[in-house]
């Protein structure tokens, strides 16, 4: 049976532990964040009280400010511009950053990519009825691309064996145009638009801030059609399955897969690799959401997207839980880690699934949270039950004992970081709880900061 100690106990030794907070507050600096680029970034499709990355991390991090200027359906060439006019709050709110925090280059990928197949669907005459080539738009989405293509005629072209060739040539080509460099023989989409965009916004970032110690993040881009295996077979038509499997590759290609020619380099490649050389800061978020385990395939956007989610539409942005996990992936990449008992956990304690997250990304969300100060039984809760371990192993050892707690029990449960876990530490724990008990909702983080 847990022991239990009564918040009115709780509440007489908050003058005891009221010493301790601000020592454990000073530890941790509290760094500006801003966020820009597109619908990703911005939280597009998320639910009413769920937090997108930005968010989770200016929590995580405890910032000082945080402001996010993603705006839906942009692309590098529209994060450029942003950054070279902008507004008197952009300007304000970057120029005080410690933490820069760049989503974008998808939408670029997606316009081309769309229009280039709305093109092959136009001029071999499988767009949707009512449709032809002048309505295809200038940037279309991956919506258009669903609406305006007939799954039925882009099947039966696909399925039909004289098509074999030309619909090979047809997604080689697609995918060269994207990702070949080094070359005039295609349109290399990757190295010609989205590498300079991007050059063009963490140049104005720097005009705007000039802070040497300024960190700037880049986003890989996850694969967006990533389905849980047999969900395709149980749960599509045949045509849209066809349709699906026909395209797919190509963004696996694209977005983190290399092939074994030079020219030809995926995007998490090439933004790495500018990355390094301007000393920009990776998120992989690809690695984390495929979340491949060493010597083992991972496929697992499904899970951190609404894509397999009823409906006719296929919504790739990420849900709550594709927030986490690029929060997470961030956090790891930037360092400065914190022992996190805010937004971070609290939103991973929120999920009806957690049991099934996958395991490369909760290995990277485990790394971001680390040890939870205060859970001293390590079950994601604080409560009169951490007091009443600590005091436990304080009485243990005043008796000459070694004390009983596991290293990560050590770190949860030395709450002013001095050499001993004692009374006052305990204090500390009781003191929150009677906080939660009295209808306190604040973190164990901020409690202390207070």
């Known amino acids: 049976m847990k022991k239990f100690i009564s918040a009115a106990i709780a509440a007489s030794l908050t003058a005891a532990s009221a010493a301790v907070f601000p020592a454990f507050a000073a530890e941790e600096s509290s760094p500006a964040i801003v966020v820009l680029g597109d619908s990703i970034a911005s939280g597009y499709g998320l639910e009413e009280g769920e937090s997108c990355y930005g968010e989770i991390l200016s929590d995580y991090y405890g910032s000082s400010a945080y402001a996010n200027f993603a705006v839906a359906g942009a692309t590098s060439d529209d994060l450029a511009k942003q950054l070279e006019a902008p507004s008197d709050q952009l300007s304000s709110a970057v120029s005080d950053a410690d933490i820069v925090v760049i989503s974008i280059g998808g939408n670029d990928l997606i316009n081309y990519g769309a ?47 004289k098509n074999t060739l030309t619909l090979a040539k047809t997604t080689a080509r697609l995918t060269a145009n994207l990702r070949m460099t080094q070359t005039t023989k295609y349109d290399c989409i990757i190295e010609t638009q989205i590498i300079p965009n991007i050059d063009k916004a963490v140049s104005a970032v720097r005009e705007l801030n000039s802070d040497p110690d300024l960190k700037i993040v880049v986003q890989t881009i996850y694969d967006p059609l990533q389905f849980e295996e047999g969900f395709l077979d149980k749960n599509m038509s045949a045509n849209r399955k066809t349709v699906i499997n026909a395209v797919s590759p190509i963004f696996q290609d694209v977005l983190g897969v290399d092939p074994s020619s030079t020219n030809a380099k995926c995007f998490k490649t090439q933004l790495s690799e500018y990355a390094a050389e301007k000393g920009l800061i990776v998120a992989d978020v690809y690695t984390d959401f495929t979340s491949a385990e060493a010597g083992k395939s991972g496929q697992y956007s499904w899970f951190f997207t609404d894509i397999q989610e009823e409906g006719d539409d296929l919504d790739f942005h990420p849900n709550k839980k594709g927030h986490l996990a690029i929060a997470a992936t961030i956090a ?90 004692d009374a006052t530490d305990a204090s500390t724990v009781l003191s929150y709880y009677a906080y939660t008990q009295t209808g306190g909702t604040g973190s164990f983080r901020d409690f202390l900061a207070k």
């Open 115 to 161: 229009r280039f197949l709305l093109d092959f669907a136009a001029t071999n005459k499988f767009m949707t009825a009512g449709y032809t080539a002048d309505d295809i738009p200038t940037r279309p989405t991956f919506g258009d691309l669903e609406n305006m293509l007939d799954r039925s005629a882009a099947a039966a072209y696909i399925n039909d064996a």
């Open 332 to 421: 790891n990449a930037v360092g400065d880690m914190r022992n996190d008992g805010g937004l971070m956990r609290k939103t991973f304690r929120s999920l009806a699934d957690k049991d099934s997250y996958p395991a490369a990304a909760l290995a990277a969300y485990k790394s971001a949270v680390g040890v939870f100060i205060g859970d001293v039984n390590l079950d994601d809760v604080i409560d009169s039950s951490d007091a009443s371990v600590i005091l436990a192993d304080y009485a243990l050892t005043q008796t000459g004992a070694p004390s009983a707690l596991s290293e990560d029990q050590k770190i949860a449960g030395n709450i002013d970081r001095d050499e001993f876990i």
